[in-house]
């Protein structure tokens, strides 16, 4: 029964964190411009976000545009998307794996051990998926860390952390979180002893006596 229970919390928590990871993937508040210096009174915020880059004016207006070439952007900024669509269609495959292998579920037979097994091989995919996010993630903040403090990037070009970054390293560790939980409900295998035991070996038919005189 707890087997079951810390596959159902797994298969929750991941399935959150696939959500996470979309909604993360979607939005354009990776990074926010930085009021820093002179930069302190403006009238225009500046986002900038995988697919596209946003203006939000104090008058309440928003503004996006969706970026025209893939080749013309940053080679880190295609890796960071390529990893995160990877890292998304992984964990919903390894969701699916998951499903099938559940106990509360009637696919892949009535073989408790089996269903088990195909359980853990979802927690891995999973597990997969969601350090693909956490790499993608990871590598991005790398990217905005360094321009932030290099001396040589203006003061109006600065950028930091954005809300959607913060969505996607939350939903990538829930996701990493589910998926351990699954990999490790696999039972272990009973070990069967090839050797009889010893009540076993000493009991057997009464032998038969003879008296001599």
């Not at 302190?40 to 900038?48: F, S």
């Not at 207006?61 to 992984?90: E, F, H, N, P």
């Not at 088990?116 to 990871?138: E, K, P």
């Not at 790398?142 to 290099?150: E, K, Q």
Request: charged content about 10%; aromatic content about 8%.
């Amino acid at each position: 029964m707890a087997n079951s229970g810390i596959q159902l919390l797994g298969f929750f928590l991941s399935l959150i964190g696939i959500v996470g990871l979309i909604i993360g993937t979607v939005l354009p508040q990776w990074k926010m411009s930085a009021y820093i210096g002179d930069n302190i009174i403006t009238a225009v915020a500046m986002y900038q976000g995988l697919w596209m880059s946003c203006a939000f004016q104090s008058t309440g207006q928003l503004q996006c545009k969706i970026y025209d070439s893939i080749l013309q952007l940053d080679s880190s900024l295609q890796a960071t998307r390529a990893l995160m669509i990877v890292g998304i269609i992984v964990s919903i495959a390894g969701l699916g794996v998951a499903c099938m292998g559940m106990k509360c579920t009637t696919c892949a037979g009535s073989d408790k051990l089996r269903k088990s097994r195909i359980a853990m091989t979802g927690g891995i995919i999973l597990l997969v998926g969601g350090l693909c996010a956490i790499v993608a993630c990871s590598w991005f903040a790398h990217n905005v860390i360094r321009a932030f403090y290099n001396p040589y990037t203006p003061v109006n070009t600065k950028f930091e952390f954005g809300a959607a970054i913060f969505i996607a390293w939350g939903g990538s560790l829930l996701d990493v979180l589910g998926g351990a939980m699954l990999a490790a409900s696999c039972p272990r295998k009973k070990h069967v002893s090839k050797y009889p035991t010893m009540g076993s070996s000493r009991s057997g038919p009464p032998s038969s006596t003879k008296e001599y005189v």
